[in-house]
């Protein structure tokens, strides 16, 4: 059993808030637009941090992770890029990539907005965790914590806060 604190679009932004909810945890994750190298360092001190690079993120963050990750975690297959859109409304190029990885769990940010659905077609539950900076349209800054046993994720825990 692992719990997992998911964050994206941090934009160079953390505070003690999201660090209390997310101490808990086994790992981070963190789906693009960290923002600074310093906010990546800083995750990594608290837990393990498996992290994309998003489209915000300079060369320093792109030079130290990758555009996308495909991973398992405990019995979970878990497909994690910034730009991906959203079932049905999938970014360009992301449903044939699903189609071939096949992952259970798919996550993706960008879009500021937290969503969790799942997939009928594809048999994938899709989350992001919305954004947890300051920086963008958003009104309420978001991250998510859940548990992975087995082959389920469960226990999904919203964290809301004003901007």
């Given at each position: 059993m692992?719990?997992?604190?998911?964050?994206?679009?941090?934009?160079?932004?953390?505070?003690?808030?999201?660090?209390?909810?997310?101490?808990?945890?086994?790992?981070?994750?963190?789906?693009?637009?960290?923002?600074?190298?310093?906010?990546l360092e800083q995750l990594k001190r608290i837990k393990p941090t498996r992290a994309v690079y998003g489209n915000i993120d300079g060369f320093e963050l792109r030079n130290e992770l990758a555009e996308s990750l495909l991973f398992d975690c405990e019995n979970v297959k878990v497909f994690i890029t910034h730009i991906g859109g959203y079932p049905k409304k999938y970014a360009k190029g992301i449903k044939a990539i699903l189609r071939e990885l096949?992952?259970?769990?798919?996550?993706?940010?960008?879009?500021?907005?937290?969503?969790?659905?799942?997939?009928?077609?594809?048999?994938?539950?899709?989350?992001?965790?919305?954004?947890?900076?300051?920086?963008?349209?958003?009104?309420?800054?978001?991250?998510?914590?859940?548990?992975?046993?087995n082959d389920k994720i469960k226990d999904l825990e919203i964290l809301e806060l004003k901007r």
């Open positions: 692992k719990k997992i604190a998911l964050l994206s679009d941090t934009h160079s932004y953390i505070d003690d808030k999201i660090i209390d909810f997310i101490k808990s945890v086994d790992e981070i994750w963190h789906a693009g637009d960290i923002g600074n190298m310093e906010v096949k992952p259970q769990l798919f996550i993706a940010g960008h879009s500021h907005i937290l969503k969790v659905m799942y997939d009928k077609e594809l048999e994938l539950l899709y989350m992001n965790p919305g954004a947890a900076g300051k920086s963008g349209f958003h009104k309420v800054r978001t991250a998510l914590r859940f548990t992975v046993e």
